[in-house]
């Protein structure tokens, strides 16, 4: 059974890493979203919310698991059983990030391989933290991300602002 890991910060999914979960299910047997602590950032929706929203998100989607991680990606891989690693590519900009991460971690693990994907046109200028711009001056975010995910920012918002 081939299985992929697909990392990131989920924060929050947008219909771009929806896009790539369906692509991936065409070539994997499992498909597994990893959502990661990542420390640089000041993350919109804790670990648990974020991996709710993807499951919600993806819940008629079959062979496909999420789970968090707090470590290496590179642990993570052996944890979840998987044979490679998937990162969406949107833009050339994306590139020299997406490289330098994947030969680390080849540097780390070298049976550890990145495999890009890339989303449709449609969804190639959607980024979370686009969304979460767009939301929080009162944008419309509906064509950007699943339903749950738009309800769910939505009244994150709303609760920051009475709190
Ligand atoms: O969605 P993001 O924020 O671009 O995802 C980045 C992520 C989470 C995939 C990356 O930061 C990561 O792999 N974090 C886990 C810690 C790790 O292994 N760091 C070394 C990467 S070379």
């Known amino acids: 059974m081939k299985s992929v890991l697909y990392p ?16 991936a299910r065409q070539l994997f047997d499992r498909v597994v979203v990893a959502v990661a602590v990542n420390s640089d950032k000041r993350p919109l929706f804790t670990l648990e919310e974020r991996k ?25 891989i052996d944890d979840f059983h998987a044979q490679a690693v998937l990162r969406g590519l949107r833009a ?9 991460m994947a030969l680390m971690n080849r540097n780390l693990k070298p049976r550890c391989e990145t495999i890009f994907m890339m ?34 920012v939505r009244a994150k918002l709303a609760a920051g602002k009475k709190g």
Do not use: W
């Open 8 to 23: 990131g910060s989920f924060d929050p999914f947008t219909n771009g890493h929806l896009d790539l979960v369906i692509r």
């Open 92 to 100: 050339f900009s994306d590139f020299e990030y997406e490289l330098q």
């Open 119 to 152: 989303p449709t046109l449609k969804n190639s200028f959607v980024s979370s933290s686009r969304v979460k711009e767009i939301a929080m001056l009162g944008g419309s975010i509906e064509n950007y991300v699943p339903k749950p995910v738009a309800d769910a």
């Open 52 to 76: 709710q929203l993807i499951e919600k998100s993806c819940s008629l989607l079959s062979n496909v698991e999420v789970v968090t991680f707090t470590g290496l990606l590179v642990e993570a």
